[in-house]
């Protein structure tokens, strides 16, 4: 009877070594996600792979104001279309998609 209270103690011990580490690296795992860590300010510029979901976000305007300096309509599909598929697909430099969109931008902000 003794030697089975001992191995209880042992298994005990072990599954809350376990839990501990299994805690551990679950809160490093939320605190070290760049998701929650969004950033202070948007990033220079538009890029290719950014949608126009990102930049409504990352600029902090409502996604109208990028859907329609995009001319964009919502079809139901929920296919997100990059910035650079957007470009080459009206055979256009991806420049003056994102000056379109930092023209409707700085007329949102100078709006509100």
């Known amino acids: 009877m003794r030697n089975t209270r001992?191995?209880?103690r042992k298994l005990m011990v072990a599954f809350v070594l376990a839990l501990a580490l299994v805690v551990f690296f679950?809160?490093?795992?939320?605190?070290d996600t760049p998701f929650w860590h969004l950033p202070d300010k948007p990033p220079d510029r538009i890029e290719p792979w950014m949608t126009p979901r990102f930049i409504s976000h990352a600029w902090d305007v409502p996604p109208d104001v990028v859907a329609q300096a995009l001319q964009l309509e919502h079809d139901g599909t929920g296919r997100r279309v990059t910035m650079g598929e957007l470009?080459?697909?009206?055979g256009i430099p991806l420049e003056d998609l994102a000056a379109a969109v930092a023209q409707a931008i700085a007329a949102f902000r100078a709006g509100q």
């Open 6 to 8: 001992f191995q209880n």
């Open 26 to 31: 679950a809160v490093r795992l939320v605190r």
């Open 87 to 90: 470009a080459e697909s009206r």
